[in-house]
């Protein structure tokens, strides 16, 4: 009963706009999280049938006691889960009501004319095309392996590679068994939406990533050095964290912080499977965090990838598109420029990333606004990628310098970037990119493989046969 209930702890977290899926998930302290964040997305995928099924069944009508979310999970796992393996009172009371809910599942199917349980679903997708036309992003772990072994494994499971994509459209354009390198990020391969590679062996034993290109843009922007040391200030579940290490070859150090000790945890599984090893977790709030402690006293990067209102993310559930209040929004608001504010503050600090998944202009633009103000003119933003077509809003002199992206314009998920560096005094305009991510650049404009010599390939690591 356990999972029920804080199942439906997470699905009412959701409708008051407490935080998105995975926060109230992590946050849930239920002891299994994959278990819980299951049923909950699953749930919320099903969630107009369900609210159909209750109506046409009056179950709640019946059983006044009975919350509408807890209903909800319920006749969830009762007619399209596992059947309520879970005990206690609230099984048995979903049961006594199992003929009236699966004559009114009958009776949808035939007013709907479908014969499935899954073709329910299909007049849903035309509520969130986002989701529909975003590919499926593959990050291939340059701490593993390479871009070529890797397009060399999918082309022996069968599929066809195009090579670098000349366009958005190109990747738009994607489908069956078809992939391509992505046009602006060398180390990510491109697939059709919905390809699913959870049991691939190439997941499975870390050599790839599945993570959004809006996600792989923060690190790739920052850019370490591999002798560096970086702070990833809110790092669960871990990609960008790992992304990070990839780029600075498993050299220096990352400290990475999050208040949740199963989320760390978490975390920590991830990061040993894909071969992390410069990294130390702290359970921490990063707020906490001293700046004048020796232990970051050379700390030259920070990247800062703060709770957001998650606006952006076209995989949402139903309850999670609802725009957040306008006190929700100030609250995270508030939060977000106190974060960015003592990140700032770290004193070897020269280069820092500010990401969000958030469209609302009070999470991004404002933000930056607010704290660029308040420091004076100790850090200036700098514009990480003149070639990225979509740029932030202009909220004030200098925004255009930001990037934004959403699934329409870059078939990514909706997020915004800002990247910030340190003045020097009598200094020289910073590049836009630092040193190793230009090359990498044009590398992958030359047709290279990102760290690869110019002429002789350097030695492969493990190959996945």
Known sequence: ?????????????????????????????????????????????????????????????????LPPQLAKVLVYDLLFGKGLK??????????????????????????????????LLAPMQATSPGASQVPRYVRVNTLKT????????????????????????????????????????????????????????????GHIILQDKASCLPAFLLAPTASSHVIDACAAPGNKTSHLAAIMKNKGQIFAFDVDTKRLATMNTMLMRAGVTSFQLTQQDFLTVDPGDLKYSKVTYILLDPSCSGSGMVNRGPMEEAAPSAERLQALAGFQRKALSHALS??????????????????????????LQERGSAFRLVD?????????????????????????????????????????????????LPAAAEENLHQAAEGREP???????KKKKQQVK
């Not at 990037?403 to 020289?428: H, K, N």
Request: glycine share 6%; charged share 25%.
């Open 1 to 65: 009963m356990a999972l029920y209930s804080a199942a439906a702890a997470v699905l009412e977290g959701l409708e008051r706009g407490d935080g998105g899926i995975k926060n109230l998930v992590y946050n849930s302290r239920f002891p299994h999280v994959r278990q819980l964040y299951a049923l909950v997305s699953e749930t919320l995928r099903y969630s107009p049938v369900l609210e159909k099924l209750l109506a046409g069944a009056a179950l709640l009508q019946a059983e006044k006691k």
């Open 346 to 371: 770290f004193p070897a600090l020269q280069r820092l990333v500010y990401s969000t998944c958030s469209l609302h202009r009070e999470e991004n633009e404002d933000v930056v606004q607010a704290v």
């Open 86 to 119: 879970c005990g206690g009172r609230w099984k048995a009371l979903a049961r006594r009501h199992r003929a009236r809910l699966e004559a009114e599942l009958a009776r949808l199917k035939v007013q709907q004319k479908v014969s499935r349980n899954e073709d």
């Open 451 to 457: 760290g690869a010599a110019p002429k002789k390939r």
């Open 146 to 205: 390479c871009v070529d072994d890797v397009i060399d494994f999918f082309k022996r499971q069968g599929y066809s590679y195009l090579g670098k994509a000349g366009s958005v459209d190109e990747l738009r354009a994607l489908s069956g068994k078809k992939f391509a390198l992505d046009l602006h990020l060398p180390e990510l391969l491109v697939f059709p939406p919905q390809t699913d590679f959870h049991d691939n062996l190439l997941y499975t034993s």
């Open 384 to 432: 990480p990628f003149p070639s990225w077509p979509c740029r932030g809003l202009t909220a004030f002199p200098g925004a255009e310098s930001c990037l934004r992206a959403s699934p329409a314009d870059m078939l990514t998920q909706g997020f915004f970037v800002a990247v910030l560096e340190r003045c020097e005094e009598g200094a020289a305009e910073p590049s836009c």
